[in-house]
């Protein structure tokens, strides 16, 4: 069995500099060691990311980062036994070959969080570190020696972005639908070449008068004569970050396609564009915006860009900057899903943002009780107050109408009206923007 390296052994090219644990070369050579001799099946691999590290550096410096971070390989290194292996493959990512009997009280250990002591200007305190943790309980089963990082790696990420839980295990479906991310990621830059990517536009009504009021352009993949919906491919993309380039491409057929009806002499609707939060992470996210509805020479008026709330800090505050700017530029913004989980009252008072888009989730009930009245009247009334336009979006049937009408909101997006339309039936809908009065 390969050995531990010793605390101080020299730096060379298997460790991890920071904290002297195995990189991912060393922890590789360690589990090969296991592989050969067969024993790697009685193993499970933890690959875990600290929670909110980012913030924890934020507020004590990356020097007292490091530390925090030396120390909590330290601690951990204390709860594993003499036939297991701490790797640390940089940053605050960590991964751990754990005997199986072990497995559960180590990733307990994880999730439940370390308490790490740190010096602070005032003296010592505690931080607590928690994880998010991917597992593989390895079956044997291992093609490529790089499998035992890639397979917890997934599962890490399948808790992080899709579950939001704490931890997930590589099971087989995992494992398969990483593959098909990996295809989808492989041919997306060529479909956008390819122009493969169609936005589709569903109406948004007035029920009072039943009048066109606007739509919002949503994207359809065109794949080998296959229409495949945004649900399964846009968390792939917000995953890689590729989802930028998706969102920027749609916003710039959405002008394009405003600017044809107006040459045309149509008289267009406003039209909202949606905008992941990852999106978040180009600091010209507001400039480009502006960038590409000036070049299509379009008016401002007819763009909206909606994004949804979150409940991460950081994110917040770069949303709120987001939004603010698109205010100052006069763009246009909606909050998406509102009610759907993240949203909270105070976005009311801190987002300025035009219009509120309520979400399907109010309304997807068969009974509607007088309390969830009471719940969206007030805030549709708060929102209008504040000067906000609001709509009500996944309106299927009547009595769901008749009860957002009565809550205050009158303007409607849903198969009661309309489904997203390909854009040559959504151009006749422009023509005379009347819906019969049902
Ligand atoms: P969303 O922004 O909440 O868009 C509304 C979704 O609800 C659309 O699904 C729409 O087809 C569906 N919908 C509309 N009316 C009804 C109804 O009455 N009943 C029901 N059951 N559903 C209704 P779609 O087009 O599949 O899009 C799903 C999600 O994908 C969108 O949710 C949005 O989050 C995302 N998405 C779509 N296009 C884009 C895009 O260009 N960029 C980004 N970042 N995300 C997009
Ligand atoms: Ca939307
Ligand atoms: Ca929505």
């Known amino acids: 069995m390969a050995k531990k390296p010793e605390k101080d052994t ?18 590789l050579q360690y589990a090969d060691v296991l592989r050969e001799t067969g024993q790697i099946r009685n193993y499970s691999v933890l690959y875990f990311n600290l929670k909110g590290f980012g913030q924890i550096n934020r507020k004590f410096g990356s020097a007292t980062g490091d530390e925090i971070i030396i120390r909590y390989g330290e601690v951990l290194h204390e709860y594993t036994t003499e036939e297991e292996f701490l790797g640390h493959l940089g940053e605050d990512t960590f991964i751990a070959l754990i005997l199986r009997k072990n497995r559960d009280m180590f990733l307990n250990l994880l999730i439940r969080g370390v308490l ?24 044997g089963d291992i093609k490529d020696p790089r499998d035992v990082i890639t397979y917890p790696s997934i599962a890490m990420s399948h808790a992080k972005y899709e579950l939001h839980q704490s931890h997930a295990f590589a099971s087989k479906s995992v494992l398969a639908r990483a593959t098909q991310r990996e295809e989808i990621l492989d041919i997306f830059h060529d479909s956008i070449e390819q122009k493969e990517f169609e936005v589709y536009y569903q109406p948004k009504v ?3 008068d039943g009048k066109l009021i606007g739509a919002e352009g949503l994207v359809r993949w065109k ?14 993309l917000e995953m890689s970050g590729e989802i930028l380039f998706l969102d920027y491409y749609v916003l710039e057929r959405v002008c394009e396609d405003i600017k044809k009806w107006k040459e045309a002499g149509q008289d267009p609707v406003t039209v909202s564009v949606n905008f992941s939060r990852k999106d978040l992470k180009d600091r010209e996210l507001a400039e480009n915006i502006l960038g590409i509805i000036k070049k299509a020479g379009i008016d401002k008026e007819l763009i909206e860009i909606e994004v949804t709330e979150t409940v991460d800090d950081e994110e917040h505050e770069i949303l709120t900057a987001f939004l603010d700017k698109l205010y100052e530029m006069g763009i246009r913004t909606a909050i998406d899903d509102f009610g759907s989980g993240y949203s909270s009252l105070a976005t009311l ?5 035009s219009t509120l888009k309520i979400d399907r989730s109010f309304i997807n009930t068969d009974d509607f009780s007088w309390r969830d009245e009471v719940i969206l009247t007030d805030i549709i009334h708060m929102a209008l107050q504040l000067g906000m336009s609001v709509i009500t979006e996944g309106v299927e049937r ?6 957002v009408n ?25 023509k005379d923007k009347q819906y019969g009065k049902k």
């Open 206 to 208: 007035d029920s009072r």
């Open 349 to 353: 008072r801190e987002f300025k943002v």
């Open 10 to 27: 020299r730096i060379d090219r298997t460790m991890q500099h920071l904290s002297g644990l195995a990189n991912s070369e060393g922890f």
């Open 223 to 236: 794949h080998n004569d296959e229409m495949i919906s945004p649900g399964a491919f846009i968390p792939t």
């Open 406 to 430: 009565n809550a205050g909101c009158f303007a409607i997006q849903g198969y009661y009206y309309d489904r997203p339309l390909p854009h040559d039936e959504f151009e006749k809908r422009l």
């Open 398 to 403: 009547e009595d769901q109408l008749v009860f």
């Open 116 to 139: 790490v002591e740190t010096k602070t200007e005032k003296g010592k305190s505690w931080v607590s570190l928690s994880a998010v943790v991917g597992v593989w309980d390895v079956d």
